[in-house]
């Protein structure tokens, strides 16, 4: 056997294994540069929304929203939750628990669920007639003002100039509601 070219053959597979794991560890050092670019283009991805109806545009980022459609927001959940009659309310309570995210989730079913059962069982209706809203971005929250009339049989029980407090949040571009409740002053 000759020596010298047993030398030179392990010296070629030392070198070609370090010449792989160089190659490997690129690779891999590539790889978590592109997650990382990923994730910081992900919260500046922007859509641009044209609802129907609405003349202006709204554009939505990764964790934000233009006031528009927060606006917009406001008076959706406002309509589902707080303008109602006893034939509507369930429908519209669970059209509004499908917008509540997944942490505040229970605690709203069981606070809407009880509330249309007393609706439903009282014949009662509500009409929210909204005066202003005022957002808040930076604490992502929504302050509602307006004018709510409740009826118990086609009579008007009640009438109040009341704020509500929607508390939201914005993951991925997807709004969903952590509380919706009358502000305490």
Sequence with gaps: MRFDLFVQKTSNLFAERRLLRLIVFLIGGLQVFNCLLLFSVLDQKRTILIPVGNPNKVSISGSSADTTYLREMGRYVTGLGLSYNPGTVRQQYE????????????????????????????????VFFIADMTSHPEQKILDITGTRQMFVQDQKTDEKQLVYRLSYQIKDGRFSINDFSERKN
């Design 95 to 126: 059209e509004l628990l499908s917008l509540f995210s997944p942490e505040h989730f229970t605690s709203a079913k069981e606070q809407l669920y009880e509330a249309a059962d007393t609706v439903e069982t009282a014949g009662a209706s509500s």
